[in-house]
Nanobody, 123 residues
Framework: EVQLVESGGGLVQVGGSLRLSCIAS????????IGWFRQAPGKEREGVLC????????YLADSVKGRFTISADVAKNTVFLQMNSLKVEDTAVYYC????????????????WGQGTQVTVSS
């Protein structure tokens, strides 16, 4: 069973940084695609960054360019979202999602979701 567990959210001031983690289980971490998504109150869920073992970073939202980066620790089955220069508009619940085993050729697959972690940026 594929499972994703996010952590690292919290309250931070404008300009601050947070690093979110997404620990994946239920599939081997050698052929995968994983993405970070977010949903702000009253808004639709949107993509932030996606990465695949085959193609590297496959998606980067314009709103986070130059501020957010994504990386993976294959040995720990973990994907990180480093968020710098945070803005109030980055406030949202952040989710990771994946297509699981064999999904490296897919663009930001969303077959499986984590439970989300809240990020709140205060002014």
């Amino acid at each position: 069973e594929v499972q994703l567990v996010e952590s690292g959210g919290g309250l931070v001031q404008v300009g601050g940084s947070l690093r979110l983690s997404c620990i994946a289980s239920g599939f081997t971490f050698d052929d995968y695609a994983i993405g970070w998504f977010r949903q702000a109150p009253g808004k639709e869920r949107e993509g932030v960054l996606c990465i695949s073992s085959r193609n590297g970073i496959t998606y980067l939202a314009d709103s986070v360019k130059g501020r957010f980066t994504i990386s993976a620790d294959v040995a720990k089955n973990t994907v990180f979202l480093q968020m710098n220069s945070l803005k109030v508009e980055d406030t949202a619940v952040y989710y990771c999602a994946t297509g699981g085993e064999g999904s490296s050729g897919r663009w930001c697959p969303r077959d499986y979701w984590g439970q989300g972690t809240q990020v709140t940026v205060s002014s």
